[in-house]
């Protein structure tokens, strides 16, 4: 059964040069879950999934999405028990790794899947899956508190901070998607070219892009986040 994580609240740190959000979780045992990822990760998922950030119930889906990545197991290693493979959403693997051939089929991530819409779904079926079996983080619903008159205001979101101040922009979720979308088309190449000669290589560890490269899978969260912060120092 899954436990409940309970957000506290939401501040900004600075990681070496990376801007950072930490949110903080009560668990059940009373102790603290800190959930830490750059800024920018927001962003990165909107341009990944083409999710509205602009709407209420879109940066909603953004902020549950990066909370529970971090209970998310890795589908390429552990295909064989991957909720999203077990619903039919594979596609051929782009990426020679834990016994995977490129070209053999494999459940559907950001990288291998034949759209957006394909990808997502594999990627929430995953997270409801954490949130039915590991862990779920919930943030308490703003209820009416009483004033002194008989008008009333919302009771506080630990989330606020993060949601007056995401940082998503038009033009960063236009560039990261272009990013996204190069990538893919890289990886499509790659795993045509395996097709067609047995003999095509394979970078060191199996990954096509090198750890300063900012692109990365979002359903392996604790590389990709560690990734990308590398990756945006460099950028500075």
Excluded at 185 to 207: D, K, N, V
Excluded at 216 to 232: F, G, H, Q
Aim: proline content about 8%; glycine content about 6%.
């Amino acid at each position: 059964m899954a436990e409940t994580y309970e957000v506290v609240d939401a501040s900004r740190t600075r990681i070496g040069s990376t801007e950072c959000w930490v949110v903080r979780q009560q668990r059940p045992d009373g102790q603290y879950h800190l959930s830490i990822f750059p800024t920018t990760t927001l962003e990165w998922r909107a341009a990944e999934y083409d999710l509205d950030y602009t709407t209420e119930a879109g940066l909603t889906q953004i902020i549950d999405m990066v909370l529970h990545e971090p209970f998310l197991r890795d589908p390429l290693e552990h295909r064989a028990t991957d909720p999203a493979a077990a619903k039919g959403l594979t596609a051929a693997s782009t990426e020679d790794v834990h016994g995977l051939a490129i070209g053999d089929q494999a459940p559907v991530t950001l990288h291998n899947a034949p759209d957006q819409a394909t990808a997502l779904a594999a990627h929430l079926e995953r997270i409801e899956h954490a949130k039915r079996t590991r862990v779920r983080v919930v943030s308490p619903t703003p209820t009416p508190v009483k004033a002194t008159s008989a008008a009333t205001r919302p009771g506080r979101d630990p989330l606020a901070a993060i949601r007056t101040d995401h940082g998503i922009t038009p033009e960063g979720v236009a560039a990261k998607a272009a990013v996204v979308e190069q990538a893919r088309q890289r990886l499509a190449l790659r795993r045509t070219a395996s097709t067609r000669s047995s003999a095509s290589p394979t970078p060191p560890g199996g990954r096509l892009f090198p750890a300063t490269t900012p692109m990365w899978d979002p359903s392996n969260a604790a590389r990709n986040d560690a990734d990308r912060a590398r990756a945006e120092d460099g950028a500075q």
